[in-house]
């Protein structure tokens, strides 16, 4: 199956979100920050983490901006959900989505977000996601049947504001 393309994007994390995506990478074999970014996009987006709408503050002194690479339908997810959260109030003072993102994540077991595959397509059609069968086999101890997967999956299906 062909390689997905994606586009880079720039954020503006906490420097402990930063961290933790960096260490999640590296504790889960992924091959990036911006991987690890898209597992906890794909996790918030499906419904399996819940973002908070208060907390924190964008631009707050101690975020950093780093690009990371998303889908299309990713990056149509986080638009869609800043689309939303202009129409229901406009304060700037309010965590960014991709903090809220992150923030949300951070709070969940890792399993959660980084042991079950999230495919576009299925796992027996997607390299990325065999090979990730594997790494979660290793980390979590389980045997192939026992690892979670969601196949097919749409992102934007959701009401997320993507239209």
């Known amino acids: 199956m062909k390689k997905s393309s994606y586009v880079p994007k720039a954020m ?3 420097s402990n979100q930063w961290r933790w995506l960096e260490d999640m990478a590296s504790k889960y074999k992924l ?3 911006s991987k690890a970014m898209r ?4 996790c918030v987006a499906l419904g ?4 908070e ?3 924190g503050c964008r631009g707050c002194n101690n975020t950093i901006t780093k690009e990371v690479e998303l889908s299309t339908e990713q990056l149509a997810w986080v638009e869609g959900q800043y689309n939303q959260c202009d129409d229901d109030n406009n304060d ?3 965590l960014s989505i991709e ?3 992150v923030s949300a994540c951070m709070k969940l077991d890792e399993y959660t977000v980084f042991g079950i595959i999230r495919c576009k397509s299925s796992v027996a059609k997607c390299e990325g996601a065999q ?3 594997e790494n979660i086999q290793q980390q979590f101890s389980v045997e192939k049947d026992e690892v979670v997967t969601k196949e097919n999956i749409d992102i934007c299906a959701k009401s997320c504001g993507c239209e």
């Open 31 to 33: 091959s990036s920050t």
């Open 99 to 101: 903090q809220k993102v």
């Open 48 to 51: 399996d983490a819940q973002m």
């Open 53 to 55: 709408s208060d907390g």
């Open 12 to 14: 503006n994390l906490e």
């Open 131 to 133: 090979e990730a069968v």
């Open 39 to 42: 597992c906890c996009i794909n």
């Open 92 to 94: 700037d003072s309010t």
